[in-house]
């Protein structure tokens, strides 16, 4: 049984920082896409960062120099520091995966088969 489960949210003020992290389990990690996507209210879920099969990492010109995706055990956690926090960053935050084995990573949140639930950063002051 495939799970994604986030942890630490919260509030900050801008130009803060939160570390987001992400427990998966229930599919081979090294042959997935794995990513953090967001969705601000009213706005479509977006892609922030993600590993791509073979490790390499990529991230949205938006949280560029200011986002760090990480991974330990074999990447079966994953992390995101944010750094420099805005208020456009309030969002709810998604660790998703992509297990299929066809097609490359992208951002594309519909090529995404499994979601944790979510956890909510709010950057106000």
């Known amino acids: 049984q495939v799970q994604l489960v986030e942890s630490g949210g919260g509030s900050v003020q801008p130009g803060g920082s939160l570390k987001l992290s992400c427990a998966a389990s229930?599919?081979?990690?090294?042959?997935?896409?794995l990513g953090w996507f967001r969705q601000a209210p009213g706005k479509e879920r977006e892609g922030v960062a993600r590993?791509?099969?073979?490790?390499?990492?990529t991230y949205a010109e938006s949280v560029k120099g200011r986002f760090t995706i990480s991974a330990e055990d074999a990447k079966n956690t994953l992390h995101l520091d944010m750094g420099s926090l805005r208020p456009e960053d309030t969002a709810i935050y998604y660790c998703?995966?992509?297990?299929?084995?066809?097609?490359?990573?992208?951002?594309?949140?519909?090529?995404?088969?499994?979601w944790g639930q979510g956890t909510l950063v709010t950057v106000s002051p």
């Open positions: 590993f791509s099969r073979s490790g390499v990492i």
């Open positions: 998703a995966a992509k297990t299929s084995v066809y097609g490359e990573c992208t951002f594309d949140p519909r090529s995404y088969s499994y």
């Open positions: 229930g599919f081979t990690t090294s042959d997935a896409c």
